[in-house]
């Protein structure tokens, strides 16, 4: 089991900045593969960026150039760097942790992000 605790989302002003973290706990070895999604009202979810075992990044196309995915030396905190923040970025941020072989995907609780204008 992996278990992941985000934190730092909160309200900010368009054009802000926020950082947000999840830390990764328990079976650490399992993980290949970690990640942002986010969910806003009454949308599905959807990926922000991703970040592979050995540093391999992937981004949604729209969000190139304003966020930044970054993990410790250690792998067990992903990191969201969010820059010129958009009343459109406003939703819950989820991390995400995938066991590929076996295709298990573990969830954080979500941070809410808030974005106003």
């Known amino acids: 089991q992996v278990q992941l605790v985000e934190s730092g989302g909160g309200l900010v002003q368009a054009g802000g900045s926020l950082r947000l973290s999840c830390a990764a706990s328990?079976?650490?070895?399992?993980?290949?593969?970690m990640g942002w999604y986010r969910q806003a009202p009454g949308k599905q979810r959807e990926l922000v960026a991703t970040?592979?075992?050995?540093?391999?990044?992937n981004y949604a196309d729209s969000l190139k150039g304003r966020f930044t995915i970054s993990r410790d030396n250690a792998r067990t905190t992903l990191y969201l760097q969010m820059i010129s923040l958009k009343p459109e970025d406003t939703a819950v941020y989820y991390c995400?942790?995938?066991?590929?072989?076996?295709?298990?995907?573990?969830w954080g609780q979500g941070t809410q992000v808030t974005v106003s204008s």
């Open positions: 328990g079976n650490i070895r399992d993980i290949n593969a």
């Open positions: 970040m592979s075992r050995n540093g391999n990044t």
């Open positions: 995400n942790a995938k066991n590929l072989p076996t295709e298990i995907n573990y």
